[in-house]
Each structure stands twice: as C-alpha cells, then as structure tokens.
C-alpha cells in the first residue's frame, strides 16, 4: 500500500468514527448543526453522521473513491448553503 493510500485509508476511518461519534453523542454535535439549522438541529445531526459515515466508507473503498469527491462537494455545498440561509435568516 503507497503512502497515499494508507493516508487516505486512514483519514477515511477518522471520517467514518467521527459520523458514527454523531449516533453515539448527539448531544455534543447539536450545537454545531444548530447553526446550520436552527429549527432541528437533533435531526441533522442524523443526517449528518449519516453522510459522513458515507463519505468516510467511500474515502477506504477502492471502487467507491471516485464517488467521495462527489459526496464531500455535496456535503460541503448543503452545510455552506445552510448555514449561510441561517446567517441570513436570522438577521432579518
């Protein structure tokens, strides 16, 4: 295994403990998703442990790593988005 490939493997298993943290201690990841989104910030950090559990998982997966560009831009995407529609909701 090249270096890179051990790296990735482990950033890959960072990434899926800390999406599994997000079902285990909930209650340490609301804060963060209530900035993003204030109305339900339990049920995203769901979603959330949900995705990076995903995106971890396809980090270490030879035949899936294409996909783990497309799922980081996504889940970038949807937290910037939301936490910026927040930002600017609040302000009104």
């Known amino acids: 295994m090249s270096q890179f490939n051990a790296h990735r493997q482990v950033v890959g298993l960072l990434v899926t403990g800390i999406g599994l943290a997000h079902f285990a201690f909930p209650k340490s990841f609301d804060p963060i998703n209530q900035l993003a989104f204030p109305k339900r910030p339990r049920r995203y950090t769901y979603i959330n442990g949900g995705i990076e559990t995903v995106l971890g998982l396809t980090m270490m997966t030879p035949a899936?790593?294409?996909?783990?560009?497309?799922i980081g831009f996504g889940y970038a995407c949807h937290m910037?988005?939301?936490?910026?529609?927040?930002?600017v909701s609040a302000g009104r």
């Open 80 to 87: 910037l988005g939301n936490l910026v529609r927040a930002r």
């Open 64 to 70: 899936a790593r294409g996909a783990y560009k497309v």
